[in-house]
């Protein structure tokens, strides 16, 4: 029987993700499919511990990464706007860095400077050219018309959520990039 399940992740909270996947597997059910922006579809399955995760990865990988990753027993089994999700019985682990998708650090930060250049950029781009310039020309007060209220709601929206996303975005994927660079 499938399961859907509606949760949000930012593009920094990749880990927190993994974690979730894997409470969930333990908990007896599996991912099977997931839908943009957060809808993600579970399948019943034994309950087991199962590591999940994510690779960010802006290009099309060629088959040698495809078979490096089923070499070392990651099956790959999902990918969403960029990100693969891959997952590996916890039994099968021999050492901690078995668990591991990335061999070394320097993978890790190439992965979220890659989502920094192609994720965060254009959303600090959407903000400045549309968002922040439009809200400005509704608090200064120089547009009105019969949808300035309704369009004025909006704007209002989307410069909190944008303000956010960039603040918790760009904080978080700063604080793993230092955290992996040491």
């Not at 990464?65 to 999902?78: P, R, V």
């Not at 709601?153 to 760009?170: D, E, P, Q, T």
């Amino acid at each position: 029987m499938n399961k859907t399940v509606i949760k949000f992740f930012t593009i920094a909270d990749y880990e927190e993700e993994e974690l979730w996947l894997r409470q969930m597997h333990q908990n007896g059910y599996k991912l099977v499919k997931m839908y943009i922006p957060c809808f993600y579809v579970f399948e019943e399955c034994e309950k087991e511990d199962v590591i999940y995760r994510l690779d960010y990865r802006s290009y099309e990988p060629d088959d040698d990464y495809w078979q490096m990753l089923k070499d070392f027993g990651w099956e790959h089994f999902a990918h969403c706007l960029n990100w693969h999700y891959y997952r590996k019985k916890a039994d099968q682990l021999e050492n901690a860095e078995d668990g591991e998708l990335f061999s070394d650090n320097a993978s890790r930060v190439e992965m979220i400077s890659s989502v920094i250049r192609t994720r965060m950029m254009p959303i600090i781009v959407i903000f400045l050219c549309c968002v922040a310039p439009n809200f400005g020309r509704y608090l200064s007060g120089e547009a009105f018309g019969p949808w300035d209220r309704f369009f004025m709601l909006f704007y209002s929206i989307m410069f909190v959520i944008y303000v956010y996303l960039i603040c918790h975005c760009g904080l978080k994927l700063r604080k793993l990039k230092d955290k992996y660079s040491n």
